[in-house]
């Protein structure tokens, strides 16, 4: 519900926009020849909150979330990294779903 309300754009905008729009978007922290991490900043504080209650609960029960963040453990990243890359993941969905008005169907493993 937080989404609907308080992300109008939602299927109306790309991918790169909408995790813009949310606050999921990793943003570069650099400055002449210095490269820091990338961060994600400003956007929706809502939207953000439970897109992270929901990627929590993807990645416990929702199969294709659950792998998704299990790959990102083993290749080393940090568990809040890899969540936060679970809720963009979700959000993307979403904004697909709403884009193309039509319901979850989860992919075919091949």
């Known amino acids: 519900m937080q989404l609907i309300a308080k992300m109008p754009e939602l299927g109306h905008v790309g991918a790169k926009q909408i995790a813009a729009l949310a606050g999921l978007a990793p943003f570069n922290v650099d400055s002449g020849a210095f490269r820091g991490k990338r961060k994600i900043a400003g956007g929706r504080k809502r939207v953000r909150d439970a897109l992270y209650m929901a990627a929590l609960n993807a990645v416990r029960r ?39 008005r039509k319901p979850y169907l989860k992919a075919n493993p091949t």
Do not use: Q, S
Not at 67 to 96: D, E, M, S
């Open 62 to 100: 929702a199969d294709p979330f659950k792998a998704f963040y299990a790959r990102l453990r083993r290749a080393g990243k940090p568990a809040k990294l890899a969540l936060i890359a679970v809720a963009r993941k979700l959000l993307t969905v979403l904004n697909a779903m709403m884009r193309d």
